[in-house]
């Protein structure tokens, strides 16, 4: 609660603090108590940051990443944007912004929040370029950003910090966005070896496949240990190859990680030399 709050309630400033000494009342921020005790859930003391930020404050940076769940974890001190100038506030991380719109402020459980692509653009400079694209990739999964509209917010703002590397990666994201760390490798490793066109997680013969040739008629499975160590998988995966060629006629070849990191050329060659038997 705020002092107002607690004043619209008919405490005056000298019960207040009577109540603070008594340990009824706790102060969490300048202006902000908890009641009884201190708040542990990290949404509760999201709110009391945002009540002491006042109503032109917003989540933002790693709180707005952790509410989106771009990382996993809250990390403290919360952080706020504050649009103009406000003292600083102790326990709080306050950034100040002259460029925060409407656009770029919504709402996630209840609380003011930077959008996905402001959270984005706030936080490049702490990512690097594996995890940058992947953030962006998990957010356009969950359908909650789409590049047209990080484009839009780099082209208001192209000279913030990680907006030259998020042009970048908009530059090289297919229509479907990635699934995996493995599927962001992918991208830089066909482009070093100069592959033909392709499409990502597309859908062929009853099944998603991660990478298309097209027009060379060519699927490549990106076969990462987390998603194929078992011998169940191992059987599911074969069955699923089988299907797409008796349904299609398009061959599937499967890359391990070791193979895409460790022998790149001979993973390259290994595809272009499929496609070529294929036309004959």
């Known amino acids: 609660m705020t002092s107002a709050q607690l004043v619209a309630l008919g405490l005056t400033p000298r019960a207040i603090e009577h109540q603070l000494a008594r340990g009824t009342l706790i102060r969490v921020f300048r202006g902000v108590y908890a009641v009884g005790h201190l708040p542990t859930n990290p949404i ?3 709110h009391g940051a945002l009540l002491a930020g006042g109503p032109r404050s917003v989540l933002s940076h790693g709180s707005a990443a952790a509410l989106w769940e771009i990382w996993r974890d809250w ?12 003292r600083p506030q102790r326990g709080l991380r ?7 719109t409407l656009a770029d402020v919504t709402a996630q459980r209840s609380l003011r929040v930077t959008s996905p692509g402001r959270t984005i653009l706030d936080i490049a400079p702490r990512l690097n370029d594996g995890r940058l694209v992947r953030a962006i990739n998990d957010l356009r999964l969950r359908h909650l950003l789409t590049p047209e509209a990080l484009e839009r917010l780099i082209d208001r703002l192209p000279r913030r910090p990680g907006a030259s590397r998020i042009r970048a990666i908009i530059g090289s994201s297919h229509d479907e966005p990635t699934r995996s760390g493995f599927e962001d490798d992918w991208i830089p490793f066909a482009a070093r070896y100069k592959l033909p066109e392709y499409e990502i997680n597309v859908h062929v013969g009853g099944h998603r496949v991660d990478v298309l040739f097209t027009p060379d008629r ?16 191992f059987r599911a995966d074969r069955k699923r190859d089988a299907e797409i060629l008796a349904r299609t006629g398009i061959p599937t070849i499967r890359i391990t990680y070791d193979g895409l990191h460790q022998r790149p050329a001979e993973q390259a060659q290994l595809i272009r030399r499929i496609m070529q038997s294929a036309r004959w």
Do not use: C, F, N
């Open 44 to 46: 509760d003391r999201a």
């Open 75 to 86: 990390r403290y001190p919360l952080e706020l944007t504050v649009a103009g100038d406000r």
């Open 94 to 100: 306050v950034h100040h912004s002259r460029t925060l």
């Open 218 to 233: 060519l699927v490549v499975e990106l076969d990462g240990w987390e998603t194929h160590r078992t011998k169940q998988a």
